[in-house]
């Protein structure tokens, strides 16, 4: 469990990096606009899963967790819109 939340972690670590030392070119070029969508599709995904997958017993109820998933399911929302924004508009 460990190795695998590691890997985790580091993509997304290393998308985030992407973002910050590539953005032009994540909308200014056909390969960019791919990956946007590639990044869109897995926070979409992300976000379907905190919804429909997780149970609500881990959250629900409960003032912390709850405030962290609307939080993040927000995060995940903007994160979804972003990407796919950028694939569609340009």
Same mark, same amino acid.
């Given at each position: ?8 972690? %580091?993509?997304?670590? %290393?998308? =985030?990096?992407?973002?910050? +030392? $590539? $953005?032009?070119?994540? &909308? #200014?070029?056909? %390969?960019? *606009?791919?990956? $946007?969508?590639?990044? =869109?599709?897995?926070? &979409?995904? *992300?976000?379907?899963? #905190?919804?429909?997958?997780? $149970? ?6 409960? %003032?912390?967790?709850? +405030? ?9 929302? @903007? ?6 924004? &950028?694939?569609?508009? @340009?």
């Amino acid at each position: 469990m460990l190795v695998h939340t590691f890997f985790v972690a %580091l993509t997304v670590f %290393l998308m =985030g990096l992407l973002c910050l +030392t $590539s $953005s032009n070119e994540l &909308i #200014q070029t056909d %390969l960019g *606009r791919k990956i $946007s969508l590639g990044l =869109g599709l897995f926070w &979409i995904t *992300r976000f379907f899963i #905190q919804f429909f997958v997780y $149970s609500k017993d881990l959250w629900k109820g409960k %003032l912390f967790e709850t +405030t962290v998933h609307a939080m993040f399911s927000i995060l995940w929302a @903007y994160f979804s819109f972003v990407f796919l924004f &950028i694939f569609f508009k @340009y």
